[in-house]
């Protein structure tokens, strides 16, 4: 059974900086890539990074240079750095996991979702 954990969520000051994490069970990303998303209060669900083939890291435009996707294949765990936070990072963040080959700009090619971790930035 695959299981997606994230932590790594709570409140911090614009500016600031938080690590999100999600391990992995059931299912190695290796084979699998990963995915973040995240979706703002009363809005839709959108991408913010996601991991390709040979480790290559994507990213959304608007969030380029200030989030950074890792993974540590021994831990079988995804990280999301997030740094100079600002108020409209505001938001339920997910990670996800897809099979190999899918676009992973879509939620719709990710096919295990963990519950979310809430991160709050204070303006």
């Known amino acids: 059974q695959v299981q997606l954990v994230e932590s790594g969520g709570g409140l911090v000051q614009a500016g600031g900086s938080l690590r999100l994490s999600c391990a992995a069970s059931?299912?190695?990303?290796?084979?699998?890539?990963m995915g973040w998303f995240r979706q703002p209060p009363g809005k839709e669900r959108e991408f913010v990074a996601g991991?390709?083939?040979?480790?290559?890291?994507v990213y959304a435009d608007s969030l380029k240079g200030r989030f950074t996707i890792s993974r540590d294949n021994a831990k079988n765990t995804v990280y999301l750095q997030m740094n100079s936070l600002k108020a409209e990072d505001t938001a339920v963040y997910y990670c996800?996991?897809?099979?190999?080959?899918?676009?992973?700009?879509?939620?719709?090619?990710?096919?295990?979702w963990g519950q979310g971790t809430q991160v709050t930035v204070s303006s």
């Open positions: 996800a996991s897809r099979p190999a080959g899918r676009n992973y700009m879509l939620q719709t090619s990710y096919d295990y």
């Open positions: 059931g299912r190695s990303f290796a084979i699998h890539p």
């Open positions: 991991l390709i083939h040979g480790g290559t890291t």
